[in-house]
């Protein structure tokens, strides 16, 4: 496309003059209107003067820094993107830089094409949200796909938005069956590699000796049985984007290789001592609190940063208030449809049951309810019977004169023993009993400490 028509107008901020030159010869020979500046004061008068479309800056310069620079254009300059140059040592900075809402950084050395590509790309979402601008002022959507209207998850809807628009490494964070692998293909669905290939990786899924030749290819020759040379997820995935699912299951060893990557863009299959270049963005996924692994030493901590750029943590489905009812007609309706049935109505008892368990296998676990009650049941109405026993204790129990004599006196024990802290002897004189009987009941509970 050419751009001389359109001559957008880019601000390169950079102390050194010789990357300065660089970049403006570069963005000159491609049409643009190109400004410069050494220094952020210097910057903030180009800014004051002209309209600027994108400025391009440098993280560490004398003075105010380009987070500085960033932190002021979003506050200030609604239609402005901005784009971070970082060193290879300052990986706190692209985090800084994303969060403070630059769209894109870009690590230290650069190709021309990676520049340029990503100042196309930078611009490109100008144009698209100048257009969306132009016709509505709406709140974060769901992506594709996904169902939610809580706060919690309208929050999740925004990063994931802001995610597909850069090529960030994102990592995932959520309790099983939260939805982390829908949300990596929202990002990358909904952002400009939609095109190329999406790959999940399940690490936690290959054992430990053969994840590497899947990830990364190898030669033929490498090992015994390796009778051709073939290509990995990762030159598959080129262009595009690879999903590192359960991260945390990697070995030490496999961290380190993953390190490399991302910092060298660059993987060597096995058997092979070239490396060869890939263009691949990074989504990593994790149940387990991945800080904690690090302190724990089972988890590099120089890797979690690198992957930590952007994050997107999904809350349990208990946090999200009024989603569950949403999700229960979303997937009544789409099970149904496949059954080749009318979508069976849910009485009023039935949604409270459901709204009142506490999903600890989240979405997946209310998606499989859903599917089994809407394949096992002929009726045309779903009541509180036909819900799985767990899920109909609780609004049984408001109804009363169903618990057995040892369910009321244990929940009564525990009521008493809370109320004193504890206090063993205090509550065997409320129960009016002697504190060997109460031990015996507690052992009974099954109650640990008993
Ligand atoms: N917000 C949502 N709206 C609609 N469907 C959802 C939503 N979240 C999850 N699902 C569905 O729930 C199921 C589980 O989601 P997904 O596989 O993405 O979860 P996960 O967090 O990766 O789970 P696990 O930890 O078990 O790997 C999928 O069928 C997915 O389509
Ligand atoms: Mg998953």
Not at 305 to 323: A, F, S, T
Request: charged letters at 25%.
């Amino acid at each position: 496309m050419s751009r001389a028509s359109e001559k957008e107008r880019i601000l390169v901020v950079d102390d050194t003059s010789s990357t300065l030159e660089v970049i403006a010869r570069n963005l000159v020979a491609r049409g643009f209107s190109v400004f410069t500046a050494d220094c952020v004061p210097k910057a903030l008068d180009v800014l004051e003067s002209a309209a600027i479309d994108l400025v391009i800056t440098d993280y560490k310069m004398p003075g105010p820094s380009g987070l500085d620079l960033v932190r002021h254009i979003r506050q200030n300059l609604a239609d402005t993107e901005v784009m971070m140059i970082t060193g290879f040592a300052s990986v706190e900075g692209a985090v800084e830089a994303v969060k403070s809402g630059a769209e894109e950084y870009l690590s230290k050395p650069f190709t021309d094409e990676e520049l340029l590509s990503a100042v196309e790309r930078v611009l490109e979402k100008l144009h698209l949200r100048r257009a969306a601008h132009s016709r509505s002022l709406s709140t974060p959507r769901a992506p594709q796909g996904m169902i939610g209207e809580s706060t919690a998850m309208t929050r999740v809807f925004s990063t994931v938005a802001k995610a597909a628009r850069t090529t960030a490494t994102t990592l995932i964070y959520g309790e099983s069956g939260t939805g982390k692998e829908l949300v990596a293909r929202a990002v990358h669905y909904g952002g400009p590699r939609a095109a190329a290939p999406f790959v999940a990786v399940n690490c936690g899924g290959i054992p430990e000796n053969l994840l590497e030749s899947e990830l990364f290819g190898y030669v033929k020759g490498a090992f015994t049985g390796a009778v051709e040379t073939r290509a990995g997820f990762f030159q598959t995935a080129d262009g595009g984007t690879i999903f590192l699912d359960e991260i945390s299951e990697t070995s030490m060893g496999m961290q380190v290789k993953l390190l490399r990557v991302l910092q060298e863009k660059e993987v060597c299959m096995v058997g092979s001592t070239r490396s060869t270049r890939v263009d691949v963005r990074i989504l990593a996924a994790t149940n387990k609190d991945l800080p904690t692994q690090v302190s724990r030493g089972h988890f590099r901590e120089d890797l979690y940063y690198r992957l930590n750029v952007i994050n997107i943590e999904l809350p349990p489905l208990r946090d999200r208030d009024q989603d569950a009812l949403m999700l229960v007609h979303h997937f009544v309706q789409k099970y149904a449809t496949e059954a080749g049935r009318p979508a069976p109505r849910f009485t009023a008892e039935a949604l409270q049951a459901l709204t009142g368990y506490h999903w600890p296998g989240n979405v997946r676990e209310l998606e499989n309810v859903v599917h089994r009650i809407v394949v096992m049941s002929d009726s045309d109405e779903i009541d509180v019977r036909d819900l799985p026993a767990l899920m109909r204790c609780a609004p049984a129990r408001e109804r009363g004169f169903n618990r057995s004599l040892s369910e009321v006196e244990a929940e009564y024990i525990r009521h008493v023993l809370s109320a004193v802290s504890g206090n063993k002897t205090r509550a065997a004189d409320i129960l009016g009993i002697d504190r060997k009987t109460l031990r015996e009941k507690l052992r009974r509970m099954g109650d640990a400490d008993a």
